[in-house]
């Protein structure tokens, strides 16, 4: 089966004073049509910046020079406009960030919200479009969906503004869900309830998901495979339950050393 997402040689380069700082250092993976990849990595490591690559879109106030290559069913996403890639965001690729408040509108309701990423990309009606909006919100667990579409984002509690995004973000059905971090500012019974969530959705949709987190224990049992990243380069990579039971990289085995175990063993030991 070919390659959904084929990365080649990808790096970026960012300028600080003046002075070119390279983040990510010409880094190759795949990612099949279906398949669920971890990116792990302390922060600052590059795996937030290799998402937004693949998405095209720079870290707010910065700019950055991506070099390699990013094969999306055929396209290298590199060599594109941004009105060709407008067309990919949201569309046929999709991300959920880590932080809902950043990423919502305040002053518009959240239903809103989805109507306008739904009339853009799927040409819906205003009225059909509301009613997909309310299938997504109960799709994801919000209850009393036709109720809650018309209330503002501060009227969600975290875990529930994570589910609207998460909603917005497969609301196209994309090939493609890149999910960066998106239990970080969550208690652990809610953590579990978004990693359940986003599993779920993935294999009911039949969509890819690259998974961006800094902790072993937030993708074990939600990804086939895993990249570790340490200083903008990937150190090790393979299947997750290879790495959890031989680790081969040292960085690699200090990272599932710091994963608590009830039993009190070492991972990878």
């Given at each position: 089966m070919s390659p959904l997402l084929e990365v080649r040689d990808l790096t970026a380069q960012f300028a600080r004073d003046g002075v070119p700082a390279t983040v990510v250092k010409g880094i190759s993976f795949d990612i099949a049509p279906g398949e669920s990849v971890g990116f792990v990595g302390e922060s600052g490591c590059g795996k937030s910046v290799t998402a937004r690559a693949i998405m095209r879109l720079a870290p707010e106030g910065s700019s950055v020079a991506w070099g390699g290559r990013i094969g999306?069913?055929?396209?290298?996403?590199?060599?594109?406009?941004?009105?060709?890639?407008?067309?990919?965001?949201?569309?046929?690729?999709?991300?959920?960030?880590?932080?809902?408040?950043?990423?919502?509108?305040?002053?518009?309701?959240?239903?809103?919200?989805?109507?306008?990423?739904?009339?853009?990309?799927?040409?819906?009606?205003?009225?059909?479009?509301?009613?997909?909006?309310?299938?997504?919100?109960?799709?994801?667990?919000i209850r009393d969906p036709a109720i809650r579409a018309d209330d503002f984002p501060h009227q969600f509690s975290g875990g529930m503004r994570q589910r609207v995004l998460i909603a917005i973000a497969v609301s196209c059905q994309p090939d493609l869900l890149i999910a960066d971090e998106p239990t970080t500012a969550l208690d652990v019974t809610v953590q579990a309830q978004i990693l359940r969530l986003l599993n779920r959705l993935r294999r009911e949709l039949g969509m890819a998901l690259m998974l961006i987190t800094h902790d072993f224990g937030v993708i074990a049992g939600m990804v086939e495979r895993v990249n570790v990243m340490h200083g903008g380069e990937i150190v090790e990579a393979g299947p997750i339950d290879q790495l959890f039971a031989a680790p081969t990289h040292p960085y690699t085995r200090a990272l599932l050393a710091a994963v608590p175990r009830l039993d009190g063993a070492r991972p990878g030991g």
């Open positions: 999306f069913r055929g396209q290298d996403l590199l060599t594109l406009s941004e009105r060709e890639m407008r067309d990919i965001r949201g569309r046929r690729i999709a991300m959920v960030f880590q932080d809902p408040m950043a990423s919502l509108n305040p002053v518009m309701s959240v239903g809103a919200q989805i109507d306008d990423i739904l009339r853009r990309h799927t040409g819906l009606s205003r009225k059909a479009a509301r009613q997909r909006t309310i299938e997504l919100l109960g799709l994801v667990g």
